[in-house]
């Protein structure tokens, strides 16, 4: 006999029961199910350059193969379609046309039937309902071609579920944690009753959209993904792609993958979306599981580097300690490298930590800080005060084997003011790790924005990264802007426009990760400055002042070859672009190019030079 409770959720289930009665009908559904990918860049900014150059995310699908697993008890065909990998590799190896994408779907699913496509999107969220955005393009495809039931989900189809439905594109949403909710869809069209009712499934009925319901159940998380890697050809994705800057600094050929120790975050940053998504707290797998996941793709995919998707990776001190342990092996016989390149807590980081992540193989890793102001902190709800970040970072410089940079965010809300975007300035400098990583502040997600009443003015970039707004990497002055280094006579008491955000920006992101570089100085790790940028220029290969200071890098380790090569690119771009020319001017970079240093006395020179325009703000 049912509890009462299955039973007043069946009752309340019953518009959702009667839709599926009708796409069952409608579909004449069979046991094939297809779970999809998309593309993870926006075409609108694509460069080919880039893509040729393997600089573009090649992750492999990690939350389907989850979504596979948690269904892999129902008598199902399911198969995998990374669409980002299969673009990717064909742009790459066979000049294929990028306007012609969604052939490789047609061809796919004209060759495998299903009766059931699950999509999912790691694309920015920005846009998103832009006929050419790749999961809006998809589905307008499937919509418009075939007869299938479409099932979406995760971070951008959660934010956008109600418009979707409207616009007919899909016929259910999985809002946030999907294992759960698609096990109990899965009951209803295969008959098999095996999970408890949940809400947070949307579907359209008569014109009027519908959320399920039942209990919000965190998954449980079990077991590993060894049995998916069978659809997923993760020994190849390294031949067309990346994981970040730190998957290339460990080296472009090293075959790469991904793992996860912790769900979830401590922390709940007034920004982030994380535990809207994922619920409070953090949720740990077996580590013997993990371990045994990180086994297989080492000894049986040949993989080499790893990086790490976790939001809190030190969330469980325990288990990461213990993973960290039986990784040192790994490293020891494989040679394997593992980062992790979402922010860390810093209050986590102690030394015991950190000697096990450099001995486990760790080449880098972030650290989440966001702002260097004391009433900004507390109103982003950081878990750390200026004096903690200060001891902690300290610290950090006793590890110089990894390389540590920061993750910083400027134009906070919309409402920041000038000032205190120049307090995360100062700290980022008076730290001193090996590079700040600058962005734009944007929404994550329509319900963070809702619920944490965020001023909309504050999210309208189309990346977090400005530079990559457009395929150039420019970041083009408009009228009334203020650029270069007149960006620190903004009054500072003034709350920047979005326009003049990205400015800033540019300005902190060039004086505090090239001019004032720790490793571009005496007693640096020129090696770090150097594997770094020239990871960064497979992103950004038409990008003069990367060259410039990767020559500059290049002259201190001794290689003039190389800082030569490195400077007749500089000078080509600058030769033939009036915008980067201009740039350099702004800088006071040309005469550097002019009278390039040649030996490291004079690199140490030029920059003491260029230091002496921010030295006010540098030494604060």
């Given amino acids: 006999m049912k509890n009462l409770y299955v039973e007043e959720l069946d009752y309340k289930n019953i518009k959702l029961q009667e839709y599926v009665a009708e796409l069952k009908e409608r579909y004449k559904i069979n046991n094939k199910v297809l779970l999809i990918q998309t593309p993870q860049f926006l075409f609108e900014s694509f460069n080919i350059d880039v893509a040729k150059n393997r600089g573009y995310y090649a992750f492999p699908p990690t939350g389907l193969q989850t979504i596979a697993k948690s269904i892999s008890s129902f008598d199902l065909e399911v198969n995998l379609l990374d669409l980002n990998y299969e673009l990717l590799n064909r742009i790459v190896y066979d000049g294929f046309d990028i306007n012609q994408w969604l052939s490789i779907f047609d061809d796919y699913i004209n060759k495998f039937d299903p009766s059931v496509i699950g999509i999912t999107c790691l694309t920015e969220y920005n846009e998103v309902l832009n006929t050419n955005h790749p999961l809006t393009a998809l589905l307008n495809n499937i919509r418009k071609k075939y007869n299938k039931i479409v099932i979406i989900g995760g971070p951008t189809p959660t934010n956008e579920y109600s418009n979707y439905l409207e616009k007919n594109l899909c016929d259910f949403v999985i809002t946030k944690e999907g294992e759960g909710k698609i096990k109990f869809l899965f009951d209803l069209f295969y008959n098999s009753k095996q999970m408890v009712p949940t809400n947070g499934i949307f579907f359209k009925l008569n014109n009027k959209i519908e959320e399920t319901s039942g209990r919000e159940i965190p998954f449980h998380l079990v077991g590993n993904l060894i049995d998916t890697y069978k659809n997923i050809p993760i020994e190849n994705y390294q031949k067309v792609g ?100 979402n922010g860390l807590i810093l209050a986590s980081c102690t030394e015991e930590i950190m000697e096990l992540a450099r001995d486990s193989g760790c080449i880098g890793f972030r650290i989440g800080i966001e702002s260097g102001n004391a009433e900004m902190l507390r109103r982003i709800r950081k878990p750390a005060s200026l004096p903690v970040i200060l001891q902690k970072s300290a610290l950090l410089q006793k590890f110089p084997e990894m390389f540590i940079g920061v993750n910083l965010i400027v134009g906070l809300f919309g409402e920041e003011t000038f000032g205190q975007m120049l307090d995360t300035f100062k700290l980022a400098n008076k730290i001193n790790l090996d590079w700040s990583s600058y962005a734009t502040f944007q929404f994550t997600s329509k319900e963070t924005a809702i619920v944490e009443q965020l001023n909309s003015r504050g999210g309208v970039a189309a990346n977090f990264t400005p530079a990559k707004d457009n395929s150039e990497g420019e970041i083009r002055i408009k009228e009334g802007i203020i650029s270069g280094k007149e960006v620190f006579n903004i009054p500072e008491n003034n709350v920047p426009s979005p326009d003049q955000v990205k400015q800033i920006w540019f300005t902190f992101n060039l004086v505090s990760n090239y001019i004032n570089n720790k490793n571009l100085k005496q007693e640096g790790h020129p090696h770090k400055f150097v594997l770094w940028v020239e990871a960064l220029q497979v992103t950004y290969p038409h990008n003069p002042y990367m060259c410039l200071f990767a020559g500059l890098g290049h002259v201190l380790l001794d290689n003039n070859n190389k800082a030569f090569e490195h400077l007749q690119k500089c000078v080509e771009i600058t030769e033939r672009s009036e915008y980067w020319k201009d740039r350099f001017i702004e800088f006071d970079l040309m005469d550097m190019v002019i009278n390039f240093p040649v030996s490291a006395k004079e690199v140490y020179n030029s920059l003491d030079k260029l230091r002496v325009d921010y030295v006010k703000w540098i030494n604060s």
């Fill in 242 to 341: 990346c994981l970040n800057p730190f998957s290339r600094m460990a080296g472009q050929n090293k075959i790469f993958a991904t793992f996860q120790l912790n769900r979830g975050c401590r922390a709940n940053c007034r920004f982030c979306d994380v535990t809207k998504f994922m619920g409070q707290g953090v949720r740990t797998y077996p580590v013997e599981e993990v371990i045994k996941e990180i086994n297989f793709l080492v000894e049986k995919k040949g993989v080499r580097h790893f990086d790490v998707l976790d939001d809190d990776f030190l969330g469980n001190y325990i288990a990461v300690k213990e993973l960290l342990r039986r990784m040192i092996p790994l490293k020891e016989n494989y040679g394997i490298t593992w980062s992790a390149s």
